[in-house]
């Protein structure tokens, strides 16, 4: 079992940032990507960014690219997603993902989400 743990949400005025994190902890060995999801009220969740283990290959949505980026701390376990200029449409609870091999599994694993409120 992987266990993802976030933080780093809160309430920040339109253009304004704020930096998520997400530490994975458990057995982490088979990570091959780890992400960013989004769940506005109302809508489905949607991508917002990942990251692939090896290499580093990042992929965004097209609502934040040039705002946000997504990075790595291997030697922790964790992965950012710091969110600039931000935008009352970027308001959502923000899900934290990780995917795993094990064996002929795939399997995917979420965190508890934090809210991000951009509002003035």
């Known amino acids: 079992q992987v266990r993802l743990v976030e933080s780093g949400g809160g309430l920040v005025q339109p253009g304004g940032s704020l930096r998520l994190s997400c530490a994975a902890s458990?057995?982490?060995?088979?990570?091959?990507?780890m992400g960013w999801y989004r769940q506005a009220p109302g809508k489905q969740r949607e991508l917002v960014a990942t990251?692939?283990?090896?290499?580093?290959?990042?992929n965004y949505a097209d609502s934040v690219k040039g705002r946000f980026t997504i990075s790595r701390d291997n030697t922790k376990n964790t992965v950012y997603l710091q969110m600039n200029s931000l935008k009352p449409e970027d308001t959502a609870v923000y899900y934290c993902?990780?995917?795993?091999?094990?064996?002929?599994?795939?399997?995917?694993?979420w965190g508890q989400g934090t809210q991000v409120t951009v509002s003035s």
């Open positions: 990251s692939i283990t090896s290499g580093g290959s990042t």
């Open positions: 993902n990780a995917k795993q091999i094990d064996g002929l599994r795939n399997l995917d694993y």
């Open positions: 458990g057995r982490i060995s088979g990570i091959y990507m």
